[in-house]
T-cell receptor
């Protein structure tokens, strides 16, 4: 069964602190994605990756970095967290234009 | 404005009734996908319908695609309380990303 896991599931951070959200997939998909979900905005793409070593900017990359050290792992990094980054973050894996498999989400609160 | 958008913020029906969620999109697409997101969970795909298809079924679900009007619909028959969720359409145009709509909250009441 396709599986995407995320950690942590919940995170409280302080303004100006560094936050790392982790994602692991066992689907052997080349592509991985990070989205944030806010009320009224649906899912918005932050960064994505074609494969190990690659990261690309999505629609709203400002304030975020990404890292893809292996086929299975994709991290989202907030170097200087701000309250506006309080949101629910979803990782997904998938193939071009095809089904994306989502993780359970990480709820981030930046105080 | 959204590249893909559901036409209703929220819908409510009683168990056993049928319901249709509509979606419009603004670009040439290669496929249109429907996802469901239950409370506290990540979205999960229900149906993928390609641009050369007009209809796709998955159990109680039926999706249609009209490329001339750039619209799609997802119909659910014999609704159950567990169908309560947010339903998203997502358009792909052959590139790397899916464009998600804002979602329609469907509530199925006993």
């Amino acid at each position: 069964e396709a599986a995407v896991t995320q950690s942590p599931r919940n995170k409280v951070a302080v303004t100006g602190g560094k936050v790392t959200l982790s994602c692991n997939q066992t689907n052997n998909h080349n592509n991985m994605y990070w989205y944030r979900q806010d009320t009224g905005h649906g899912l918005r793409l932050i960064h994505y990756s074609y494969g190990a070593g690659s990261t690309e900017k999505g629609d709203i990359p400002d304030g975020y970095k990404a890292s893809r050290p292996s086929q299975e792992n994709f991290s989202l990094i907030l170097e200087l967290a701000t309250p506006s980054q309080t949101s629910v973050y979803f990782c997904a894996s998938g193939d071009w234009g095809d089904t994306q498999y989502f993780g359970p989400g990480t709820r981030l609160l930046v105080l | 404005s959204q590249l893909a958008e559901e036409n209703s913020w929220a819908l409510s029906v009683h168990e056993g009734e049928s319901v249709t969620v509509n979606c419009s999109y603004k670009t040439s697409i290669t496929a249109l996908q429907w996802y469901r997101q239950k409370s506290g969970k990540g979205p999960a795909q229900l149906i993928l319908i390609r641009s050369n298809e007009r209809e796709k079924r998955n159990g109680r679900l039926r999706a249609t695609l009209d490329t001339s009007s750039q619209s799609s619909s997802l119909s659910i028959t014999a609704t159950r309380c567990e169908d309560t969720a947010v339903y998203f359409c997502a358009a792909s145009s052959g590139s790397w990303q899916l464009i998600f709509g804002s979602g329609t909250q469907l509530t199925v009441m006993p």
